[in-house]
């Protein structure tokens, strides 16, 4: 059984940072692309970020590139997401999760190639 769990949210100004990080287990950590999305009140779930399984690959959210950065260490397991000059508008819960197609050539933004979720980590933002 996959297991994704997520830490590091928190409450913070506008303006300042916080890294999250989502420790996995149960899978071939390594074979597969992983992603953040983020649901805010009210709105529906959305794509963030993604790393492919290498690492080599990244894909962003127009409304986070040149703030956000996701990276992962395959040896520990652990995927992350640096958050940098956070805005009132990044608040949400935010999960990681695991592309459902290990070795995929390219990454991947739907929700629906992704089977394993963690259960979310709060980010509060205020201004």
């Known amino acids: 059984q996959v297991q994704l769990v997520e830490s590091g949210g928190g409450l913070v100004q506008a303006g300042g940072s916080l890294r999250l990080s989502c420790a996995a287990s149960?899978?071939?950590?390594?074979?597969?692309?992983m992603g953040w999305f983020r649901q805010a009140p009210g709105k529906e779930r959305e794509f963030v970020t993604v790393?492919?399984?290498?690492?080599?690959?990244?894909n962003y959210a127009d409304s986070v590139k040149g703030r956000f950065t996701i990276s992962r260490d395959n040896a520990k397991k652990l995927v992350y997401l640096q958050m940098n000059n956070l805005k009132p508008e990044d608040t949400a819960v935010y999960y990681c999760?695991?592309?459902?197609?290990?070795?995929?050539?390219?990454?991947?933004?739907?929700?629906?190639?992704?089977?394993?979720w963690g259960q979310g980590t709060q980010v509060t933002v205020s201004s």
């Open positions: 790393i492919g399984w290498t690492g080599g690959v990244t």
């Open positions: 149960g899978r071939t950590f390594s074979s597969y692309a």
């Open positions: 999760a695991t592309d459902r197609v290990p070795l995929r050539v390219a990454v991947t933004t739907r929700q629906v190639d992704y089977d394993y």
